[in-house]
C-alpha cells in the first residue's frame, strides 16, 4: 500500500490549496482516510478525517470553517481544500489510511498504519 500526496506549495497570505492523496495497493471504498500536519519543532496534529462512508470531521479547531475533505473512490483518492491560509498553517501534511475495514476516524496518528511522505505547504505573509 502506498500513499502519494500532492498539491503542496507555496502560498500568499489568504490563499487556498488542494492537496490530493493518491493511494495504491488498497481500494479506499472500506477504510477512513485523514490529513495530520506537523510544522517543525511541534507535535503532527490531525487534521481532518474522512470515514469509509463519505462522511466528514475536521479535527483541528483552526482548520474548521476553512477546510474540507472529500474523496474520490473511482480514483482512489481523497482531497482536502483549505482556504483563507495563514502562515501557522505552514507544515508538512500528509495523509494516512487506517487499513482496517470499517473501521472509524480518529484523531490519535497510532490508528493510522500506511503513511504517504507528506507535501510541504508554505504560506507567506
Known amino acids: 500500500v502506498q500513499l502519494v500526496e500532492s498539491g503542496g506549495g507555496l502560498v500568499q497570505l489568504g490563499g487556498s490549496l488542494r492537496l490530493s492523496c493518491t493511494v495504491s495497493?488498497?481500494?479506499?471504498?472500506?477504510?477512513?482516510i485523514a490529513w495530520f500536519r506537523q510544522a517543525p519543532g511541534e507535535e503532527r496534529e490531525a487534521i481532518s478525517c474522512?470515514?469509509?462512508?463519505?462522511?466528514?470531521?475536521i479535527y483541528l479547531d483552526s482548520m474548521k470553517g476553512r477546510a474540507t475533505i472529500s474523496r474520490d473512490n473511482d480514483k482512489n483518492t481523497v482531497h482536502t481544500q483549505m482556504n483563507s491560509l495563514r502562515p501557522e498553517d505552514t507544515a508538512m501534511y500528509y495523509c494516512?489510511?487506517?487499513?482496517?475495514?470499517?473501521?472509524?476516524?480518529?484523531?490519535?496518528?497510532?490508528?493510522?498504519?500506511?503513511w504517504g511522505r507528506g507535501t510541504q505547504v508554505t504560506v507567506s505573509s
Open positions: 495497493g488498497l481500494s479506499i471504498d472500506y477504510y477512513a
Open positions: 474522512n470515514h469509509w462512508n463519505g462522511q466528514s470531521t
Open positions: 494516512a489510511v487506517r487499513s482496517v475495514r470499517f473501521a472509524g476516524c480518529g484523531v490519535s496518528s497510532e490508528l493510522y498504519n500506511v
